[in-house]
């Protein structure tokens, strides 16, 4: 007997639900995480609700498509939309920029940004893309302005980073370690000093050989002009998960077919449960479902004998191939939702060739969108 | 190793290692993100840091596998140079060591690289390479040139000590011909497009580019001349009807047109794998290697089917791969 198929996801009614104010999509890199958001978008707003998208790093015919080859770090309207679409690319450095100088006077602010640290952290520091996608996320809810966002998350190791990414920076911004490290002595760290006895001081002394006393000098200065600001980003980074964490948002985690992405994915969803947050559902992208009722071997074993009709055979093969896929996806997607079986699904079958413009984002958007009835009639089984 | 997210890069570095390793030898895969994606692929208790058998090639041969982790990395140096004891797992408990590697990206890099090197260049006691050879499994292609590039890691670093002295090594192998860089790729525009993007990244660097693996290559079942058309839209359905019906399948309608929208799809999925193809050729005169679409997807058995294939294509013959397929 085969495991009762997930729930479908109904996806025109959670754009359309007024309650809905964020989508976040996320999942493992390659998945097609910004082509899900760009599609969710145009649909929603087309469908009459007054939309931004925020997206990470779109490939650049799809940026060029959302007309963000000419905009910046601000929502720019989507002209060729047939409703309220706005579009903008996440710029994690300006956005940085700009959160100092919301935070602090002018004169510290100037400091804080000449700092070659600062240089470091805001641009190579690892979860600063996503603090900021957060930051960016927390500022476009505050407008008041939008009936819906959506947001595509950055291309992390993990799906996990968006998630955790603010709270490491939290910690690394805190001033607690780099105060140890560049003066352990002073630093009120009498007790820590005690409990790891002279094993620190020869860390903090070997770290400062490593990394030379001039870094230690700008983190320890960079810190210290952070220090006044902090608690106001940390009450950011709060808030903004507390939206996360709200009634109207809605996160879709976004899969492929494949055992990595879907394993991912499933940790993505454990964790969202632990967390308390909303989840909407998978999107499992680019699904080959079978379009004609004939078994594999039947197909094989026609094809066998079809020398004199060299295309009849081709497509018997071809057939065969992609009922051995289908096959194959549905037993992956079959693990998830064994594991999982209250999570709504999407699947939405590949588009064959590339989606460069709106009208593949609409089609993706539809094939979203339709895969409500998949539930009904579930992937054929062409054995 | 690298390549697109996505695109198999670690299960292409694993079935590398194998192909290595067949006829005897040793070679020894590296992880470095923190993933533990080799521990999932040979199916076997997440890696610790720590070099250990976990395949054994066709021929006798033997992979051994690590996940080098950057604080582990840290302490090694500080219990070598500042024999710092006990301490050390104190300090990684309050996030001490994460802290230092995270102050300096660079620094985390190097520790990485730093340990890589360091089994290339490990001999046993009759002087010979403990590995035949290391394969790494490296981050994918937006992140890897920032990585392999330890000589800008190095700015964030003080001017002496013992990790500057190992991060000056690993530059001189990474630049050496011990070194070659590998890219694994889809047949799509998008992984194409950054494969070439990194090799131009690479050479402009300065690293040796090796060969651009063509990940899960798939069967090619239309014949060529009816490829264009039906990429079109253009299938004859009434010839396939014909041609279904002389095997004795009188088939409905509905199913003729289905396999008539499957046709086309399988059609627009070959023009465009023969286009990226086109543009891999036309940008960069790599070798190349290929590797097929597992239907069944990669298990362990399957590691030594594509290990095989590399190995068929010449893999592990140097004077063979030097010139590649």
Redesign the interface.
């Known amino acids: 007997m085969s495991p009762r198929p997930a729930p479908a996801l109904d996806v025109d009614t959670l754009l359309d639900d007024p309650d809905t104010r964020i989508v976040v999509c996320c999942g ?4 097609g995480k910004t082509t899900t958001s760009a599609a969710l978008a145009i649909r929603a707003a087309e469908r009459g609700r007054r939309t931004v998208v925020l997206t990470i790093d779109p ?1 650049r015919r799809l940026a060029q498509a959302l007309g963000l080859d000419a905009l910046g770090n601000e929502p720019g309207r989507v002209a060729a939309a047939r409703g309220d679409l706005h579009a903008m690319m996440l710029d994690m450095r300006r956005t940085f920029d700009e959160m100092v100088h919301t935070h602090a006077e002018p004169e510290r602010a100037e400091a804080i940004i000449a700092n070659p640290f600062y240089q ?1 952290i805001s641009s ?3 979860g600063t893309q996503e603090y900021m996608a957060m930051e960016k996320l927390g500022q476009l809810a505050a407008t008041g302005e939008w009936d819906l966002i959506v947001v595509d998350t950055p ?1 992390s ?2 799906a996990l980073d968006f998630l955790d990414a603010p709270q490491r920076m939290s ?2 911004l805190d001033g607690r ?2 105060r ?2 560049s003066a352990p002595a002073r630093a009120g760290g009498r007790g ?1 000093r005690k ?6 001081s ?2 903090a ?3 400062s ?5 001039q ?2 000098a700008d ?1 320890s200065a960079f810190v210290q002009a952070f220090d006044t600001m902090f608690g106001g980003f940390r009450e950011r980074a709060t808030a903004t998960y507390a939206l996360l964490r709200s009634p109207g948002t809605a996160f879709l985690v976004v899969a ?1 077919p ?4 879907l ?1 991912e994915a499933a940790y993505f969803v454990d964790r969202l449960a632990s967390d308390e947050m909303p989840l909407a559902g998978l999107v499992l992208n680019r699904t080959h479902p ?5 078994s594999a071997t ?1 197909a094989r074993a ?2 066998e ?2 020398r ?12 065969a ?2 009922v ?2 289908a096959d ?1 996806e549905q037993r ?1 997607l079959s693990r998830f939702t064994g594991a999982h079986p209250g999570v709504a699904v999407a699947r939405v079958p ?1 588009i ?3 989606i460069a413009d709106l009208d593949g984002l609409r089609e993706v958007g539809e094939r979203l969108a339709a895969s409500t009835d998949s539930a009904a009639q579930p992937l054929r089984s062409a054995r | 190793m690298s390549g697109k997210g996505g695109t198999g890069k670690t299960t292409v570095a694993a079935a590398l290692a194998l192909a290595l390793a067949s006829d005897g030898r040793r070679t020894l895969l590296v992880e470095v993100e923190g993933r533990q994606g080799i521990a999932q692929l040979f199916d076997t208790a997440p890696l610790p840091y720590e070099e250990r058998r976990i395949a054994i090639a066709p021929g006798g041969g033997e992979v051994r596998a690590l996940a080098v982790d950057a604080e582990a990395a840290l302490l090694e140096y500080f219990e070598l140079f500042y024999r710092l004891g006990m301490a050390g797992r104190t300090l990684r408990r309050m996030g001490a060591v994460e802290f230092a590697t995270t102050l300096a990206p660079g620094l985390r890099d190097v520790l990485l690289t730093g340990k890589v090197k360091e089994c290339v260049n490990r001999r046993d006691a009759g002087g010979r390479p403990v590995y035949d050879a290391v394969v790494l499994d490296a981050p994918p292609t937006g992140r890897v040139v920032s990585f392999l590039d330890v000589t800008k890691a190095m700015a964030d670093l003080a001017r002496t000590g013992p990790i500057h002295s190992q991060a000056a090594g690993v530059v001189q192998v990474l630049h050496s011909p011990l070194t070659a860089v590998h890219l694994v790729t889809l047949l799509e525009d998008l992984p194409v497009t950054e494969t070439l993007e990194t090799v131009d990244e690479l050479t402009a660097a300065g690293f040796p580019v090796g060969t651009v693996i063509v990940n899960r290559v798939r069967q090619q079942w239309l014949p060529d001349r009816s490829v264009a058309a039906a990429a079109g839209g253009r299938v004859d359905s009434g010839r396939i009807r014909s041609g279904l019906a002389s095997a004795g399948l009188d088939l409905p309608a509905g199913v003729i047109d289905g396999l008539v929208a499957e046709t086309v799809e399988h059609a627009v999925r070959v023009h465009g794998e023969a286009a990226a193809l086109a543009r891999l050729e036309e940008a960069a005169a790599l070798p190349r290697l290929e590797l097929p679409q597992l239907v069944e997807g990669v298990d362990l058995g399957s590691l030594y089917e594509l290990a095989e294939a590399l190995v068929e294509q010449g893999v592990g013959e140097p004077a063979v791969s030097e010139v590649g397929s």
């Open positions: 493992a890199g390659g998945v490939a470091t190579s520091f690892s291309p190791r993990s910690t690394f370690m780099i140890l490290l820590l409990l790891v006895g002279a094993g620190f020869l860390f002394k070997g770290v050989t490593i990394l030379g006393g870094m230690l983190a492929a494949e055992p990595d992405a394993r079978v379009l004609a009722d004939l039947q026609a094809a004998g079809l004199s009709a060299p295309l009849a055979a081709a497509v018997l093969r071809l057939h191939d992609r051995d896929l194959r992956l590949a064959a060739g590339d």
